[in-house]
C-alpha cells in the first residue's frame, strides 16, 4: 500500500487549496481514508475521514471548512479547504489502516501566511 500526497502550497488567510492522495496496492472506495495533520510541535491530529460506505467526518476546527471526498475512477481522496486559517498550517497526511497496519503519505506543507 503507498499513499501519494500533494497539493500543499503557501496560501494567504481566508485563501483555498485542494489536496489529493492518490492510492495504490489498495482500492479508496473499499476503504476509510483518513486526512491528519501536524503542525510545528504539535501532536498529530486526526483532520477528517470518508468511510467505504462515504460517510464524512470532521474535527470540530475544520467544520463547514474543509469537505473530504474521493474519485473512485482515480483511485484519489481529496481535501478540500476552505476559508484557511494561520491554525490550519500543518503537514497534512493521508491515512489508512489495513489488516491493523497504519500506511501513511509521505506529507504535504500547508502554510497560512500574509
Known amino acids: 500500500v503507498q499513499l501519494q500526497a500533494s497539493g500543499g502550497g503557501l496560501v494567504p488567510p481566508g485563501g483555498s487549496l485542494r489536496l489529493s492522495c492518490v492510492a495504490s496496492?489498495?482500492?479508496?472506495?473499499?476503504?476509510?481514508i483518513a486526512w491528519y495533520r501536524q503542525g510545528v510541535g504539535n501532536p498529530r491530529e486526526w483532520v477528517a475521514t470518508?468511510?467505504?460506505?462515504?460517510?464524512?467526518g470532521y474535527r470540530d476546527s475544520v467544520k463547514g471548512r474543509f469537505a473530504i471526498s474521493r474519485d473512485n475512477a482515480k483511485n484519489t481522496v481529496y481535501l478540500q479547504m476552505n476559508s484557511l486559517k494561520f491554525e490550519d498550517t500543518a503537514v497534512y497526511y493521508c491515512?489508512?489502516?489495513?489488516?491493523?497496519?497504519?500506511?501513511w503519505g509521505q506529507g504535504t506543507l500547508v502554510t497560512v501566511s500574509s
Open positions: 491515512n489508512v489502516m489495513r489488516a491493523g497496519t497504519n500506511y
Open positions: 496496492g489498495m482500492i479508496v472506495s473499499t476503504n476509510a
Open positions: 470518508v468511510t467505504s460506505g462515504g460517510a464524512q
